[in-house]
């Protein structure tokens, strides 16, 4: 800390013990309900503290998942905080989420996805590349022995692995082309085979 925060911080130190002093001199008769009035002011502090560090964690909490028709012909998912579109699908049996983008041509998949749904990206070729708004990338072609989102499974789905800094793996128009109509509004989008 510097000589000037020290000082600030002596300042705001001064002037709370001396309010605090006025309401306890001024209040001395009452110091029971005082005490009880401080605490519960801590308190709300306190609560409004930890409700603002974890306000991500509560967001994703409340936020509605995406959800499957009944006869599991289509699936609608919620637009996330962020304006996108998140969906989780079934890869190789592992739960994988990704996110929808339209612009993307392959389901992309990042390096840790891929050791994720049992793929080794250290043991893939990456003859390919592609161009994304960070530049041009190396890629991996593979195949995905199942992809599923509910009771929808494909079987021998191609993607690619993305040997950049991909933050998350993209679900392109390859895989969205199997459905018949997809829509968007009322902030969700649907897709629907």
């Given at each position: 800390?510097?000589g000037n925060e020290?000082?600030?911080l002596?300042?705001?130190?001064?002037l709370?013990?001396?309010?605090?002093?006025y309401?306890f001199?001024?209040?001395?008769?009452?110091?029971?309900?005082?005490a009880r009035?401080?605490?519960l002011?801590a308190?709300i502090?306190?609560?409004v503290i930890?409700?603002?560090?974890?306000?991500?964690n509560i967001?994703t909490?409340l936020?509605?998942?995406?959800?499957?028709?009944a006869?599991?012909a289509s699936?609608?998912?919620?637009?996330?905080?962020?304006?996108?579109?998140?969906v989780?699908?079934?890869?190789?049996g592992t739960a994988q989420p990704?996110?929808?983008?339209?612009?993307a041509?392959?389901?992309?998949?990042?390096r840790?996805a891929?050791?994720?749904?049992?793929?080794?990206?250290n043991?893939?070729?990456y003859?390919?590349?592609?161009?994304?708004?960070n530049?041009m990338?190396?890629t991996a072609?593979?195949?995905l022995?199942?992809?599923a989102l509910?009771?929808?499974?494909?079987t021998?789905?191609?993607?690619?692995?993305n040997d950049g800094?991909?933050?998350?793996?993209l679900?392109?128009?390859s895989?969205?082309?199997?459905y018949?109509?997809?829509?968007?509004?009322?902030?969700a989008?649907t897709?629907?085979?």
């Amino acid at each position: 800390m510097s000589g000037n925060e020290i000082g600030q911080l002596s300042y705001l130190l001064v002037l709370l013990l001396v309010v605090a002093g006025y309401f306890f001199v001024s209040n001395r008769d009452r110091v029971g309900q005082m005490a009880r009035h401080a605490l519960l002011w801590a308190l709300i502090f306190v609560g409004v503290i930890a409700a603002v560090g974890m306000w991500d964690n509560i967001r994703t909490t409340l936020t509605p998942m995406q959800h499957l028709s009944a006869d599991g012909a289509s699936v609608r998912i919620p637009q996330s905080a962020d304006g996108h579109y998140y969906v989780t699908l079934e890869v190789n049996g592992t739960a994988q989420p990704f996110l929808i983008d339209t612009g993307a041509t392959d389901i992309v998949l990042t390096r840790a996805a891929a050791q994720n749904i049992g793929i080794d990206p250290n043991a893939l070729v990456y003859s390919g590349s592609a161009g994304t708004a960070n530049g041009m990338v190396r890629t991996a072609p593979v195949t995905l022995d199942t992809v599923a989102l509910g009771p929808v499974t494909d079987t021998n789905v191609r993607a690619m692995v993305n040997d950049g800094d991909l933050f998350t793996p993209l679900l392109g128009m390859s895989y969205l082309n199997r459905y018949a109509k997809i829509e968007i509004g009322n902030g969700a989008m649907t897709l629907v085979r």
